[in-house]
């Protein structure tokens, strides 16, 4: 995801470096109209230095091509947002703001889309397990343990957009292996159960999970889309995300492609009762 980052900052200065090159200029001729320092428009071309916005509005206009500055700023603003790390992330916020800061999103998306291969999707989480999940986060990025709490409280405050009406859709995608990877004790995971079973028998959601055995398509990086308009993907060090038409596209056929291998209902609930059973023969032992 890092690569891909990289790789549209290097588009993104090569696109810069074009379109002087088609206005006829050079470095120093571009420097000279726009009073940026040769040596930083060369960075910007070689994507070693990141342009401001003003930068971008001065390079356009001259290279006498003013019409597409919102287009290339809208562009650069993607590329920005593409990948963001946690610990810069954490050094300016606190868990609970972190938390907080993702609930208008699910509030403005009809149709939330997400597949997980490692935990519960994080809106589905209950107290229990989502309490382990952040302490386990917490003691990964050295955070405080005292923050953890207030953190918790703050994600569930967005689950009554799952249960409390038809107003959002969800669409989620699970291997089943995430049921056996128990987070809290025992009591957390039954909790975790009996709200993913509640979860199946919803109108408007669409809970499936991915039994073991033959697939058609491996599993992937786990990810979330927000409606059509964004997609995210979280990893340790930090997130990727997108907005780009042609990402989106992909990332959907990606869904598509796992849906079509999970069961969903009935069948569903067994996968979430076998995994009880299976922690409960773990705890007994």
Request: charged share 25%; hydrophobic share 40%; glycine share 8%.
């Amino acid at each position: 995801m890092q690569d891909q980052s990289a790789e549209a900052r290097k588009a993104f200065g090569i696109r810069l470096r074009d379109l002087r090159r088609d206005a006829g200029l050079n470095g120093r001729q571009l420097a000279a109209l726009t009073d940026l320092h040769p040596t930083k428009i060369s960075r910007i071309e070689h994507a070693r230095q990141n342009p401001s916005e003003d930068d971008i509005r001065a390079w356009c206009i001259a290279c006498g091509a003013d019409r597409l500055i919102p287009e290339l700023i809208a562009v650069y603003r993607d590329v920005q947002r593409m990948w963001e790390e946690y610990r810069e992330d954490f050094r300016k916020k606190s868990q609970k703001a972190i938390q907080a800061a993702g609930t208008p999103l699910y509030e403005q998306t009809k149709l939330l889309r997400a597949y997980e291969a490692i935990v519960v999707p994080g809106i589905l989480q209950t107290s229990g397990y989502l309490r382990g999940v952040l302490t386990a986060n917490a003691i990964l990025h050295g955070l405080p343990l005292d923050g953890v709490e207030e953190a918790v409280q703050a994600r569930l405050e967005r689950q009554h957009l799952v249960t409390g009406g038809t107003a959002h859709m969800y669409s989620f995608v699970m291997e089943a292996a995430v049921l056996t990877y128990a987070f809290g004790d025992l009591a957390a995971m039954n909790e975790q159960f009996d709200f993913l079973s509640r979860v199946t028998r919803l109108p408007n959601v669409a809970f499936g999970i991915i039994p073991p055995g033959f697939r058609r398509l491996w599993g992937g990086e786990c990810f979330y889309m927000f409606d059509t308009s964004l997609v995210r993907s979280e990893l340790w060090t930090g997130r990727f995300q997108t907005t780009r038409a042609e990402d989106i596209a992909f990332f959907l056929k990606a869904f598509t492609a796992l849906q079509e291998q999970a069961v969903y209902g009935a069948a569903a609930r067994e996968l979430i009762e076998g995994a009880r059973e299976f922690l409960q023969s773990r705890e007994i032992s």
